[in-house]
């Protein structure tokens, strides 16, 4: 870890913040933290990892990405 508070020692972290921000948070008023905190991990779990594409791992799902993963180890 390098100074407090530098974005680029955690890019990939920072870049996920900015997307639940874009496409949950900002579209949404929460009026307890318990509504929050149940809408980010239904976001997170149901959306983010399972159908969201994302271009670093060539605009596939983690889902997706990872079950080629566990084909290809299992065939090897």
Do not use: Q
């Amino acid at each position: 870890m390098s100074r407090r508070g530098d974005c680029c020692d955690n890019a990939v972290v920072e870049s996920f913040w900015g997307t639940l921000k874009n496409e949950l948070a900002d579209e949404m008023d929460f009026d307890a933290r318990v509504e929050a905190r149940r809408a980010i991990f239904e976001y997170i779990e149901s959306f983010y990892n399972l159908h969201r594409r994302h271009s670093s791992i060539g605009y596939r799902s983690p889902r997706d990405h990872e079950l080629s993963f566990k084909a290809g180890a299992l065939s090897a």
